[in-house]
Antibody, heavy 121, light 111 residues
């Protein structure tokens, strides 16, 4: 059973960089797409982007320019950096796994529990 | 990019059916049937309920079904049960720009 666990600071100051890591256990990070998705309090889901195990990335057009993702296959984890954050970036951040090998369109079959990141001075 | 459009709420009595729509553009849905649906209970991570328009992952009851016509996808929950009360989100992969888009979300209430 694959499990995902987000980790990182719960509080980030405005204009700084939000950094999160998602550790994958119970399965290999290889051959799948891995996504970051966020949900502001009381609002809907927003896809931030995904990273392939090879390091290839795609990002949401609305966040492109501020977001960077990477993968470390030796540690079986992948990471998110979101720069120049504002209060609008306050959200629960989820990491999620693409359901099918090699499939860029695969839906998300395993999710982390989510971590609340608050942007405030 | 804009979110896919869903009704804010839907409701039904136990045993009844409820259908949720998800409307987008041809660019949102692309040429592939990559529409999926997620169920989210308060304080929990979303759960995949339907993928590729109508397929159910193992363990999802057959009370949940999906369909798509043109630029509108639909999720039907038949035989409503109390545990079906949750938020539901549709999602699709927009091939034109290589990104995922979610729906605005629908709160389903079991009366």
């Amino acid at each position: 059973q694959v499990q995902l666990q987000e980790s990182g600071p719960g509080l980030v100051k405005p204009s700084e960089t939000l950094s999160l890591t998602c550790t994958v256990s119970g399965g290999s990070i290889s051959s799948y797409y891995w996504s970051w998705i966020r949900q502001p309090p009381g609002k809907g889901l927003e896809w931030i982007g995904h990273v392939y195990y090879s390091g290839t990335t795609n990002y949401s057009p609305s966040l492109k320019g501020r977001v960077s993702m990477s993968v470390d296959t030796s540690k079986n984890h992948f990471s998110l950096d979101l720069s120049s954050v504002t209060a609008a970036d306050t959200a629960v951040y989820y990491c999620a796994k693409g359901r099918t090998y090699y499939d860029i369109r695969a839906p998300f079959d395993y999710w982390g529990q989510g971590t609340l990141v608050t942007v405030s001075s | 990019q804009s979110a896919l459009t869903q009704p804010p709420s839907a409701s039904g009595s136990p045993g009844q059916s409820v259908t949720i729509s998800c409307t987008g553009t041809s660019s949102d849905f692309g040429a592939y049937n990559s529409v999926s649906w997620y169920q989210q209970h308060p304080g929990k991570a979303p759960k995949l309920m339907i993928y590729e328009v109508f397929k159910r992952p193992s363990g999802v009851p057959d009370r949940f079904s999906g369909s798509k016509s043109g630029n509108t996808a639909s999720l039907t929950v038949s035989g409503l049960q109390a545990e079906d009360e949750a938020d539901y989100y549709c999602s699709s992969y927009a091939d034109s720009n290589n990104f995922y888009v979610f729906g605005t979300g629908t709160k389903v209430t079991v009366l």
